[in-house]
């Protein structure tokens, strides 16, 4: 029998770290499983979090494992939440029928905002920083571009279920007026509720009115849902003391090709003395092995001169199989890390990019991490142990859109401050 109380599943694993640091509290942990279909190790944990690595998957096949996970992981008593990418990004309305098929929901609540991060829904439609989401850099996504701006468009494509709008004049009311415009919907044989919000408190008040009615509510959203049910235990929380030494190795793994991520790497190489290395994009597909060993031949002695190295994906696109030539890159990626560690050794890794992320963790064989604090808000910090070493490993996660243009340097500061605060105790 599973020990935790809490269970959310996630379709990548930025988006599984960034919303499980949400859940951390006082005297619980919070773990995450990075990738479904690998070994889960059971500890003790007050809150899950259960990557399905679906977000590229059919929609077909991305129902068949949410549904097959939510059944393998959701015991009698475990509170369950759906986590979907804030941008709407892979099979949303595949993955939410599947868990309601799963677990018998009465009612969908979907707020996909993340304002701390510039999401907004206004008038049932998407805004990434102020600008509708079909015309942002979302829809030329190289794997799972969105081409409208509009929520229930985007979820009914994949799923027959009615679906409606709560809007933000109605969430800006009476508690009692929010809760008859929700029941007037079920009355309509209404299953899937799209909340608009702009802010913090427009998400509490969505939290508090589908909390409130008397029936099994499932509530799907990115990490700015639940940032806002659990902010005021989050700010409880004690700073995170983190173990490093002063001459700690860091390693920026650059995989995301999103232009937010790009100019942040830009950003970095012009303000900080690090070295960069980049992983061809060709050489992965046609030379891997020899893509490799040119990668840690060239980190290795990058080590020598700095502790801080970047290792960047190729900017350029790859061929018309985007999936396939994404897993060969991710492949390189993964075998070069994991040779550099057992070679080099490296402290601390910032992984751009879920896909990326989860090849690097497949080939360290980890698939249990332990979300600890926030570098800044949307990027999560956790740690891993090494199977082969024993030794831990802090893992900063980022997703490809996420940030302002110098995130980058403001990691390299909040590490500085956890050293100089961990030397001070």
């Known amino acids: 029998m599973n020990n935790y109380k809490r269970l959310i599943i996630a379709d990548d694993l930025t988006g599984a770290n960034d919303t499980g640091i949400h859940f951390l509290s006082l005297d619980k942990s919070v773990g995450v499983v990075a990738d479904s279909d690998g070994a889960f190790p059971g500890q003790n944990e007050g809150t899950l979090v259960v990557n399905t690595n679906t977000r590229m998957l059919s929609s077909k096949d991305a129902y068949s494992k949410v549904l097959r996970t939510v059944k393998q992981y959701s015991e009698e008593g475990v509170e369950v939440f759906k986590k979907i990418d804030s941008t709407l990004r892979g099979n949303v309305g595949a993955e939410i029928d599947a868990m309601i098929d799963g677990k018998g929901f009465d009612l969908v609540c979907v707020a996909p905002a993340a304002p701390r991060n510039g999401r907004t829904v206004v008038s049932g439609k998407c805004f990434i920083n102020g600008t509708p989401l079909a015309e942002t850099e979302i829809s030329s996504d190289p794997f799972t571009p969105v081409k409208s701006s509009d929520v229930k468009y985007i979820i009914s494509c994949q799923t027959n279920r009615e679906i409606d709008n709560l809007m933000l004049e109605q969430i800006r009311t009476t508690p009692q007026s929010l809760n008859r415009h929700i029941l007037k919907m079920m009355d309509n044989d209404t299953r899937i509720i799209i909340a608009d919000s702009e802010n913090v408190e427009d998400l509490r008040m969505v939290k508090d009115a589908f909390a409130s009615i008397h029936r099994k509510v499932l509530f799907v959203g990115a990490a700015g849902l639940y940032h806002a ?197």
């Not at 994404?326 to 070679?343: C, D, F, P, W, Y």
């Open 229 to 425: 049910m659990f902010d005021d235990v989050y700010k409880t929380l004690p700073p995170a003391i983190i173990k490093l030494n002063d001459d700690y190795r860091f390693l920026f793994m650059i995989g995301s090709l999103m232009d937010t991520t790009l100019r942040q790497t830009e950003w970095l190489e012009n303000r900080v003395k690090a070295e960069s290395t980049i992983l061809s994009t060709s050489g992965a597909i046609n030379s891997p092995e020899s893509e490799v060993k040119k990668i840690v031949h060239k980190i290795k002695s990058d080590f020598e001169k700095n502790n801080i190295v970047i290792l960047k994906t190729e900017s350029e696109s790859c061929s018309e199989n985007m999936v396939i030539d994404s897993g060969k890159i991710g492949s390189v990626a993964g075998n070069s890390v994991k040779r550099l560690l057992e070679e080099s050794g490296i402290d601390v890794f910032l992984l751009s990019g879920g896909d990326t992320a989860l090849h690097i963790l497949k080939q360290l064989n980890i698939n249990y991490l332990q979300l600890v604090d926030e570098a800044l808000p949307g990027i999560p910090v956790a740690i891993a142990v090494h199977p082969v070493s024993g030794r831990e490993i802090l893992i900063i996660t980022k997703a490809g859109s996420y940030g302002e243009q110098d995130a980058f340097e403001k990691i390299l500061l909040y590490l500085s401050n956890k050293l100089r605060r961990a030397g001070n105790e």
